[in-house]
Every structure is written in C-alpha cells, then in structure tokens.
C-alpha cells in the first residue's frame, strides 16, 4: 500500500505527518509525505517557528513526484489540518490527479476544525470549505463528534442522533465515516467512544477516557484506520486494531507525564495491536 499523505509537519513533537507517517510505516505502509507547513513545533505551545509552505510550493512538490511516474501506485490521498484556503484546491487537485491514474485510489480526509472543549480552532473560511467542497470529494472522512456537528449543522448526542448525523454526511459524498471521541450522554461515566459507519453497517467500540490532551492522536487514528480499512475492506476490523493501538499509545504517553506523544516508545502497539476492546455491530 502506497499513501500520499498531504499535511503539516514539525520537528519536536508529533502532529500531521510527524505523527501519521511512522505508525504507517511501522505496519508496513509506503509513505509519500509532503508537508505544507514545517514548523518546530506545534501552535498550542503558543509560540513556534518555521515557514508556512506556500500552496504552489506544496503543488510542485506533488507535480514532481508525478512526474515520477508513481501515482498509479498511490492507493490513498490522505489529508489532514489545513491552515489555510488555498492549500484545499491543491489536495483537490491531487486527489483528482491520482484518480485518473489509479481508478482504485481513494481520498481520506480529516476534517479538523476543532473539538466540543476547545470550539473551532481554524481560521474562519475553513470549516466551510471542508464542508461545501472538501468533505464531498472524500471517501472516507474521520471527524470527532464535534466536527460531524458541524459538517452536517447538527447536534449528534445520543447513539441514535449521532448516526443520523453520520447517514448526512455520507449522502454529501463519503462512504465511510469513523467518528471520534463520540461521548453519549448515557454512556458509562469515564469511558468514550469511537463509530465507523459504512454501506455494510455500523460498528461501535468503547474504551477508558484517558484524562488528556494529545495533540496529534487523532493524526495517528486517522492513518491507522485509513490504512486497515484500505488493506482488508473490513470496518470492525480496522476498528478493533485503530482503537487498541491509539489506547496503548494514549495510555503509554499519560504514563510518561510527558506533554507530547510518546510515538516510538509505542510502536509495538501499531505493529501488534491487544485488539482488547469489543467492537459491537450497532446497525
């Protein structure tokens, strides 16, 4: 399996692809990363350096892995925080691109805006743009509860809201949905949930809530599951094995007391997942 994995990068720490790239390859998967920022850090330490990388830079970095010859090859377009307007016509593009030359390839999009805690974190075009034409080119999408609210302006709370907010945003393009950091009100206290919806059903898995922020985890569980599904077709599959790993990981960096993930410490945890949590059929 070959991705093409389009998002931030930085040098201390694990966000985009720092985050995404090793758990890929760790399990096997060829990645062509590219980066469209290159910080030394991420922005919620409130201070970084580095460039933003402009979006006709990050589009002649894919034209000239095209002119490698290699996006037949490429299985998925993988897309992450977007910090900026133009950098969504240049995935778009490359999405479009890798298609004519792989019929087979598909476009995995993160919708990262914000989460219920903190609100939207995005410049203000952003969420519109992943709603009205990013999220309609996917075919997978990975949003937390909070941003398939958004996504189809609605409230999903309960299992049963949360998966008609799913049935709309698959009717805006994707066929996949997995949603993160789902927190029903009738669940029991200390855990959380994450749902994958497909045209062969619905699939929900519960865990412990590890009491922390960690900025990249969803970078992590979005690869992961991207590239199970991609491999074996199998929802509940990719499921049980993203959520075992993320948990590990999760619980393995609360542990250390460090701020940042504990990438490599972890990575048996991507190559041998527990697969310790049940995943339930809910549809």
Avoid at 52 to 60: C, E, H, Y
Avoid at 79 to 103: C, F, M, P, T
Avoid at 203 to 217: C, D, E, F, R, Y
Wanted: proline share 6%; aromatic share 6%.
């Amino acid at each position: 399996m070959k991705i093409l994995s389009i998002q931030s990068a930085v040098a201390f720490g694990h966000v985009g692809n720092s985050a995404a790239v090793f758990p890929l390859q760790r399990i096997g998967v060829e990645v062509l990363p590219v980066y469209t920022v290159n910080f030394s850090n991420h922005t919620g330490y409130g201070a970084w350096r580095g460039p933003l990388i402009s979006p006709d830079d990050v589009r002649d970095v894919i034209l000239g892995i095209e002119e490698r010859g290699v996006f037949g090859q490429i299985d998925v377009v993988l897309s992450g925080y977007q910090g900026g307007e133009g950098i969504a016509d240049v995935i778009l593009d490359a999405v479009a691109r890798v298609k004519a030359a792989n019929s087979g390839a598909v476009y995995a999009c993160d919708p990262v805006m914000g989460n219920a805690k903190s609100g939207c974190f995005v410049a203000p075009a952003i969420p519109v743009l992943l709603r009205d034409r990013v999220v309609p080119a996917a075919d997978i999408i990975t949003p937390n509860q909070f941003e398939l609210g958004f996504l189809t302006e609605t409230d999903p709370a309960d299992l049963e809201s949360t998966l008609a907010s799913v049935d709309l945003a698959r009717a805006m393009g994707p066929s996949t949905v997995l949603v993160t950091s789902v927190e029903r009100p009738d669940r029991p206290e200390g855990t959380i949930e994450m749902l994958a919806v497909t045209d062969d059903g619905a699939w929900l898995v519960q865990t412990p809530h590890i009491p922390m922020k960690a900025n990249g985890s969803g970078d992590v569980t979005a690869a992961l599951f991207t590239a199970h599904f991609g491999r074996s077709g199998d929802a509940a599959d990719a499921l049980a094995r993203t959520t075992s790993s993320v948990f590990d990981l999760l619980e393995r960096t609360h542990a250390s007391g460090e701020r940042e993930l504990q990438l490599v410490e972890s990575q048996e945890a991507y190559a041998h997942p527990r697969l310790q949590f049940e995943v339930q059929q809910v549809r």
